[in-house]
């Protein structure tokens, strides 16, 4: 978790999850960057929402004065920020990883991570960039995220298993180990799976079949 102030991208729900998060964690957040103008001006528990995020004069003291956090929750969206922040900006987004998770010394943590509250992820377990991490989700020991997963709350990777980019998994989910699950590939919530998904396949239910 880093300790320099923050510029987080995004002023919806996931905004304010990012900015507890922080807050939890005693890091100053500068203020938001959000693209709907009616949110200009306008507080979220005491930081502003200064501008949207093409304001180079906030821009401009990322990598400097601040780092910045990208709170949106549309992958492509997602992505869009994190290239713009590494080609213009020579940085990488921070993580937000809440004080109630608990990350192995021995597990590998990439960049513009979001890990909620009870999240738990184990030794040399890999987490990719962009992933995101709900409230109690497990990554348990040696298993692998791919970037961009997203992790539902009380989901769980067993040892082993690989989750390949760019896969959505609902909530409670259970991943068994050691198999993995193709990039693309969405879980529905609740489902057990128990054999390797393909990549780009919606699988659901108990065993998990695909729709």
Do not use: W
């Amino acid at each position: 978790m880093n300790t320099n102030p923050i510029i987080i991208f995004g002023a919806n729900g996931f905004g304010k999850a990012a900015l507890e998060i922080f807050q939890s964690n005693g890091v100053v957040v500068y203020g938001f960057l959000d693209d709907d103008e009616k949110l200009h001006g306008t507080e979220i528990n005491e930081i502003t929402v200064l501008g949207n995020t093409e304001d180079h004069g906030f821009l401009k003291l990322i990598g400097k004065k601040c780092d910045a956090f990208v709170a949106e929750t549309e992958r492509s969206v997602r992505k869009k920020y994190f290239k713009m922040l590494k080609e213009k900006r020579k940085v990488m987004p921070a993580n937000a990883i809440h004080s109630h998770t608990v990350v192995s010394s021995n597990a590998y943590f990439s960049y513009g991570i979001f890990a909620n509250a009870g999240a738990v992820v184990g030794s040399f377990a890999k987490v990719g960039q962009g992933c995101v991490l709900q409230s109690n989700a497990v990554v348990d020991y040696e298993a692998t995220l791919g970037e961009f997963v997203h992790l539902g709350a009380g989901s769980v990777v067993h040892a082993g298993a690989t989750v390949e980019d760019n896969v959505f998994i609902g909530a409670g989910v259970t991943i068994a180990g050691p198999l993995t699950v193709g990039k693309g590939a969405r879980v529905g919530a609740g489902s057990v799976v128990v054999e390797p998904v393909k990549a780009g396949a919606t699988v659901f239910g108990n065993p998990a079949k695909s729709i």
